[in-house]
């Protein structure tokens, strides 16, 4: 069971890489598939269940028994605990925030979108920022995981 | 000017209340090892990442339904612009704040 929600929280990071893609290319008019709230809506669903899925398994991440990720990560390369793996638990926390903002700027301007190229560059920007973050945290939480994985 | 879309009162109650909620979440990271240790201890099993989670997501959640019902009758706001940036502007330093308390000497371990 637990290893099934590891499984699910890594394959949920590549949906949410997906579907901050597939907004972006909305937002820059490269693509005609679906609508780009709904894109958004997308993104915004799959950051809040990576954050739930990444949080229970965090619980077992962190158990002080010897045998745990963290016990390991800790004794061989603490530095991928202190620094990346710390920092893709605390940034990661802002990511369904600014995906949240960015879903609320395209649901409100959803009728100016469709003919205003410069307002869809303007939100651009927010998840542009998004994606290289998310991308920054996909790396910060693979080589940990690839020390030591929680199952 | 063109370009310079207006923001209406309810766009900006979500860049106003995700702007602090960030910038707080940062300074909880921060502060999580002694200022706020039993604070932010909610939950054991999750130290104090349970609180900056749930105080976080709660402070963000909260701010954003009241400066909704606050602004959502201001029809402009300012430009979205001026928005984006002062809303980037509070991410990096969120970041910042977050990276700052991380333990970095370990890199030279």
Do not use: C
Not at chain 1, 7 to 36: E, F, M, Q, R, Y
Not at chain 2, 32 to 61: D, H, K, Q
């Amino acid at each position: 069971m637990l290893f099934a929600i590891t499984v699910l929280h890594g394959i949920l990071g590549l949906v949410l890489i997906a579907a901050l893609g597939w907004t972006a290319l909305k937002l820059a008019g490269l693509s005609t598939w679906g609508s780009t709230s709904g894109a958004a809506w997308a993104s915004l669903i799959s950051a809040l269940l990576l954050n739930i899925t990444g949080s229970y398994s965090y619980i077992f991440y962190r158990l002080r028994d010897p045998g745990t990720p963290r016990s390991i990560i800790l004794e061989t390369e603490p530095w991928v605990h202190r620094i990346l793996f710390e920092s893709m638990e605390y940034v990661g926390l802002i990511i369904p925030i600014m995906i949240a903002v960015a879903t609320a700027a395209i649901v409100i301007y959803r009728r100016q979108l469709l003919e205003t190229i410069p307002l869809r560059g303007q939100i651009s920007r927010i998840v542009y920022i998004t994606i290289f973050l998310v991308l920054l945290m996909a790396i910060a939480g693979f080589i940990p995981s690839s020390i030591a994985m929680v199952k | 000017m063109k370009n310079n879309f207006a923001v209406p009162g309810s766009l900006a109650a979500a860049f106003l209340s995700s702007s602090i909620a960030i910038i707080l979440m940062g300074v909880m990271v921060y502060l999580r090892e002694e200022v706020l240790n039993s604070i932010l201890g909610i939950y054991p099993a999750l130290g104090t990442f349970g609180g900056i989670w749930l105080y976080g997501y709660l402070i963000w959640l909260v701010l954003w339904i009241v400066l909704y019902f606050a602004l959502r009758g201001r029809a402009s706001m300012g430009s979205l612009s001026t928005w984006i940036n002062f809303f980037v502007v509070a991410t990096l330093l969120g970041i910042l704040i977050t990276l700052a308390s991380l333990e970095w000497n370990t890199l030279f371990q």
